[in-house]
């Protein structure tokens, strides 16, 4: 039987993703899903689903979650420290890394993220509907999650039918990414800037501002020229997640999954896909270093991400239930 859950608070800035919305950007419908891909994929894979079932993406103050229908089983990703509230009064600590099995009435109550985001997984993933191949919430249009917005009190989520409703409960070492520069590749409109601007982009420290959303997050640094006050506007053209756009005050601005499909900026140079997971879990105050890369380091970074990820799920740990254990002894 599949699960339902309600929303007893909302927290601050928490909606459905999966992993996003390809196949409409022509239309100008932006490619959305989760900030941070490989993170929401270790939420999933504790919660027993396929790694692009759609999960709550949670970040500043999560959600609060009761179980209306189930049992559900719950997993959370990320830097937070859930708790339980049992149908009984009972309250336990449900620690992030660690599936949780919740029966009717019980609540979920995650509180704050400590940077970045985190993602909640439930046991065959939320079952809201599918637009445009996709579940993720994507405000700006009004498309996916629950009717186009983020999580309201009152709201009702249901749950996917698990692939196995009687798995125990699993558990894993957090997932952790490295703190090298974010890595790029130059362009295509580097020639739009003086020499010493592109020198100054890749030897620089840049502080991230509060200026920053699921669609993009301005940077706070040394000035990057262009090398004419006509150089920082170009006809419109094509970006995507990634892109590092420079207006005319000379600060950067790197565009996130939900940033739109055209831009009139010049692009200095385009984050790596294997880097992007890492943005989101920057915040405000945290400093960026970037460094120049060709497209054959950025699709090793990418290969190498991956095998990472899979190593990690290779040591997920499945704790036994009492039916397999009466099994075994048959």
Not at 188 to 203: C, G, K, R
Request: aromatic share 4%.
């Amino acid at each position: 039987m599949s699960g339902v859950l309600e929303v007893l608070n909302p927290g601050l800035g928490n909606g459905i993703q999966d992993a996003g919305r390809f196949g409409y950007r022509h239309m100008g419908i932006t490619v959305s899903g989760c900030l941070d891909r490989p993170l929401a994929r270790c939420a999933n894979a504790l919660a027993g689903n396929a790694a692009d079932a759609a999960c709550i993406e949670v970040r500043v103050m999560g959600p609060a979650l009761k179980v209306v229908q189930g049992p559900v089983c719950l997993a959370v990703a990320g830097n937070m420290v859930p708790k339980v509230r049992r149908a009984d009064g009972r309250q336990e600590e449900a620690p992030a890394w660690r599936s949780v099995t919740l029966d009717v009435g019980d609540v979920l109550e995650t509180g704050t993220v400590r940077g970045g985001v985190a993602y909640i997984a439930v046991g065959g993933g939320f079952d809201t509907p599918v637009q445009l191949g996709s579940r993720s919430t994507y405000q700006r249009a009004l498309i996916g999650g629950i009717d186009g917005r983020l999580l309201a009190k009152g709201d009702s989520l249901p749950c996917g039918v698990p692939a196995d409703p009687l798995q125990g409960e699993r558990h894993a070492a957090p997932w952790t990414c490295d703190e090298c520069p974010i890595r790029v590749i130059l362009g295509p409109q580097q020639e739009h800037f003086t020499a010493a601007a592109l020198q100054e982009f890749v030897n620089s420290a840049y502080t991230v501002t509060p200026q920053m959303d699921r669609m993009g997050m301005r940077l706070d640094g040394p000035p990057l020229k262009h090398v004419t006050p006509e150089a920082a506007d170009i006809v419109s053209d094509g970006v995507t997640p990634g892109v590092i756009q420079v207006p005319g005050n000379g600060q950067p601005i790197i565009l996130l999954a939900d940033c739109q499909t055209v831009g009139g900026y010049p692009k200095i140079a385009t984050v790596i896909s294997a880097d992007l997971p890492r943005l989101a879990q920057r915040k405000p105050g945290d400093v960026l270093r970037f460094r120049a890369v060709d497209a054959a380091e950025a699709k090793a970074a990418l290969l190498d991400l991956e095998s990472r990820w899979r190593a990690w799920a290779d040591t997920l740990v499945q704790e036994t239930t009492d039916d397999d254990a009466a099994w075994a002894a048959i």
